[in-house]
């Protein structure tokens, strides 16, 4: 060693730090890469990102290469320090043992301050800044290294498997979950009113058909059997384009009659109970229980956008359209701007709102930000007798998941309406909000 000068191994110690530093600060930043970010940019055609990219598919190698790279480097200049550090101290009469000691203390902080804490952060601060160049190295690196690395992990996972651990291959694929708070996280990025529609979409598989159809007893629907003259002011005043036509019994459905054919029968005068019959179009039938992204998918393969939500027994439960669908999607839009409540809930002068109980309970809680369970009964009239066991007779007052309820009329086996108190509202905004 006597032959390299003390100075040339010095710019030869200053080097080593400098690749230290590189590994370390490509280790941080590879490993810190936004990987959605990431495919979008590959997927644009980014070079760089490409590149990161195809090295995170194998980040076993990834890391094997930088810590092969990063301790070779590190333990060289430890090395070399000593030789300096023993050449330059001896002149000054300081034993060997004491210049060991004082060398890799120096170098420890050296190392430390220039090659780790420095390009660590500021690659975690500017992940791609650093990352998508030196991948280019790395990848060099890789193939000249390629049967050490190998090597390497052969006797790791060996190790690991002697531990009684399992390689586990990483799936970083997000889930539903996951997802969600993505979208929640991305904050001002997204408009609110976008995060909203796109939870909605998340949301769709969770509710089925039944959780928004339009009720058997609420369907538009005309019997041929009755009266011709009753059946043309049906038509003719009817609030809905589709209507549906049964004979004596809704369960014995025939079709969906259009206004559209159905006034221009009326204007042909060609109206009757036969061309009725004829310009009826097909039912869609839709099974319940179907979740509504794939009744979404199905109403868009079928070309339907109207369908008759039947129970295994084929009896009809109520009225879908892709409108209803759609309009989950986005929901808020339709509801919570509207600053009224819609006819079935009531503000009174005391504050509390009078509500007629056979409202969908979805429905409630969306206008009302409130927070009724929605998974048993679908209708506030279903969800109190359920929990009553019993149906309650006037004045009755309960405490059904933390809101005073009071029942106010009863008729026909069934809740008519009901008051609820205002004060009782769990506050939700004292808690959690801050
Ligand atoms: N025959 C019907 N009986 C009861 N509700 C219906 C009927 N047809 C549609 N609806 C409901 O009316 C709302 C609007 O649906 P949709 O837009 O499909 O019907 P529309 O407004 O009558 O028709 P269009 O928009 O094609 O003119 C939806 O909530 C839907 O469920
Ligand atoms: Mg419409």
Redesign the pocket.
Known sequence: MDAISTSALLIFLLVLILISAYFSGSETAMMTLNRYRLRHLAGNGHKGAKRALKMLDRPDRLIGLILIGNNLVNILASSIATIIGMRVLTQYNIDEAASIAITTGVLTVIILIFAEVTPKTYAALHPERIAFPSSLLLKWLLLLLLPLVKGLNIITSGFLRLLGIKSVQTNDALSQEELRTVVHEAGALIPQRHQEMLLSILDLEKVTVEDI??ARS????INVNDDFKLINKQVTQ???????VYRDNIDDVVG?IHLRDALRLQSKEQFSKSSLLRAVKEIYFIPEGTPLNVQLANFQQNKE??GIVVDEYGDIQG??????IL?EIVGDFTTSMITTPSEDINVQQDGSFLIDATINIRDLNKEMKWDFPTDGPKTLNGLIIEYLEDIPVANTSLRLADYHIEVIEVADNMIKSVRIMPNSLPSTNDTEDD
Do not use: G, Q
């Not at 609420?218 to 629907?221: K, R, S, V």
């Not at 009225?319 to 209803?324: Q, Y």
């Open positions: 159809m339009i609420d369907i538009y629907a009817s609030p809905h384009t589709r209507v549906l969906f956008r109207i009225l879908v359209t892709l409108e209803d309009e």
